[in-house]
């Protein structure tokens, strides 16, 4: 299966991983764009801000970093998400820690489908593809 899963923060674990990785790949798929190998690394805030400063001069937490890597092939993917970030996110956002995981891991896909959320209008459709595919998934 071209999606992986990496787990670099312990004690995190999820179920259905295999229908979430067939849903990732079908993302690709109605979105147009050839998938051939992307990596989910599940980090800490400390490592994520590490490659933020490390790759992108960015001296703050965040809660994914994308890596397009991609070559002749299709899409080749890094996508780092801190758990840490996905639960202070879901208490803020008062969704379940489940909702917000899954709304980053999309978020990180959709990006590789080439969507953006620099400006508001970029954000406002990145929102709105994210909501999408949660429902989607979880109806």
């Not at 690709?28 to 400063?53: M, P, R, T, W």
């Not at 965040?62 to 840490?84: A, C, M, P, Q, R």
């Not at 990006?111 to 459709?125: E, I």
């Amino acid at each position: 299966m071209a999606v992986q899963f990496f787990y670099l923060k312990g004690g995190f674990r999820f179920n259905n991983r295999t229908l979430l990785k067939k849903f990732i790949d079908n993302i690709f798929k109605a979105e147009g764009v050839k998938l051939h190998s992307l990596n989910y690394i599940f980090c800490s805030d400390e490592y994520l801000l590490q490659i933020n400063k490390s790759y992108l001069n960015h001296d703050y937490y965040t809660d994914i970093i994308t890596f397009d890597l991609s070559n002749s092939t299709g899409i080749v993917g890094e996508i780092y998400i801190s758990i840490d970030r996905v639960v202070q996110n879901a208490s803020t956002h008062k969704c379940t820690i489940t909702q917000e995981l899954h709304r980053v891991i999309f978020h990180g896909a959709l990006h590789l489908c080439g969507y953006k959320d620099k400006s508001k209008r970029d954000s406002v459709l990145m929102r709105q593809m994210e909501d999408k595919y949660l429902t989607l998934y979880f109806n």
